[in-house]
């Protein structure tokens, strides 16, 4: 889902309890072969709430693609949430949230905007 009010990329992982987060698609952090977490060189995990609910996990990268298909675009190392715990977000039918607000309140986190600008994606 994108979402214009904020400017963080989360992906709910298969450690998040089925119970917190039943949703069917959810990222599996051993399938990527260039994925790191911590990758802020912080081991805390970073906890963020929205309007209805929250979520805590790893500040990660990965590629990140868009779509199914071969030749979806991609992003390679892009930062992301990696979530493993989740709250009040169980009604919601989405595996994730690209936020397309221009600056990241997160010191630890780049807008996901700011990442493709430093790709040179976005008016770069």
Do not use: W
Not at 43 to 63: I, M, N, R, W
Not at 78 to 98: C, M, N, P, Q, W
């Amino acid at each position: 889902m994108f979402d214009t009010g904020s400017s963080m990329v989360y992906i709910l992982t298969d450690k998040c309890d089925k119970a917190l987060c039943p949703q069917e698609n959810k990222y599996s952090t051993l399938s990527g072969g260039s994925y790191k977490a911590d990758s802020d060189g912080v081991h805390d995990a970073l906890a963020k709430c929205y309007g209805q609910g929250c979520v805590k996990g790893s500040v990660s990268k990965d590629t990140m693609c868009f779509g199914g298909a071969k030749d979806s675009p991609c992003i390679d190392g892009a930062t992301f949430l990696a979530v493993d715990e989740a709250s009040d977000i169980d009604k919601d039918k989405f595996s994730g949230i690209v936020g397309l607000g221009p600056k990241s309140d997160q010191a630890r986190m780049p807008a996901f905007v700011e990442q493709m600008g430093d790709l040179g994606g976005v008016g770069g």
